[in-house]
């Protein structure tokens, strides 16, 4: 038999009428905050971020993850590249030549450029995809590597393209590193020729670049 609720006991009044749009907004801001992801027009609008926050920029399309050691929101993916834009770097004949890239066309704090001209780069830990290319005054045959340290060591490269005798010539990788660990570009040429800056002055035909991966 059903029991009829008794009205006059003392159950507890409403104290705000229901409002289903701001409800709702008021509950997706709850779990975009749980979930480390908020859209915002600038990340100055976050107040007192977190380590490790993520926010979506809808200004520039781009997310960003707030990083307390540095104050500082960074962009989630990374991209760096640096070139020789001007003058000439000669190649030893027979042997490695450390390349040199002194132009930072596009920087990012999770790559650090060391070495005179920069000559090589340290990384922090994550999937990164590194290119390098290297446009030579004259025709030989070269072998153009990436590899760890600050040397031309080929012990240390972890990639290197097919030796050919031509003026352009490239290398690219992906690899993931579990520390922060410095990398390099070196050549082996046959004959003694120049690397050069041909190219677009914004870019570099002779460059490195730096992207890392999600």
């Given amino acids: 038999m059903a029991t009829t609720p008794n009205l006059a006991l003392p159950y507890p009044a409403l104290t705000d009428s229901p409002n289903v749009p701001r409800d709702i907004k008021a509950l ?17 609008q976050i107040a007192a971020p977190f380590d490790g926050q993520i926010v979506y920029n809808l200004t520039d399309n781009l997310c960003y993850q707030y990083h307390a050691s540095a104050s500082a929101w960074w962009k989630l993916t990374a991209y760096a590249r640096y070139a020789l834009t001007s003058g ?15 132009t930072a066309i596009a920087t990012d704090p999770r790559v650090v450029p060391g070495g005179g001209g920069n000559t090589n780069f340290t990384l922090t830990p994550g ?7 290297l446009r030579t005054s004259a025709n030989t045959s070269m072998t153009l590597y990436l590899g760890t340290g600050t040397t031309a060591n080929e012990d240390n490269a972890f990639a290197g393209n097919s030796t050919n005798t031509f003026v352009n010539v490239g290398v690219s990788d992906t690899v993931e590193f579990t520390s922060s660990t410095t990398v390099c570009c070196f050549v082996w040429s046959s ?6 800056s041909q190219g677009l002055s914004d870019l570099g035909v002779t460059h490195i670049s ?3 991966l999600l």
């Fill in 28 to 44: 997706a801001d709850n779990i975009d905050t749980k979930m480390q992801f908020l859209p915002v027009s600038s990340t100055s």
């Fill in 88 to 102: 000439t770097t000669p190649l030893s004949p027979g042997g490695d030549t450390l390349l040199q890239f002194p």
């Fill in 127 to 133: 999937r990164w995809r590194i290119s390098a290319s």
């Fill in 191 to 196: 004959t003694n020729v120049n690397a050069i």
């Fill in 210 to 212: 730096f992207e890392r």
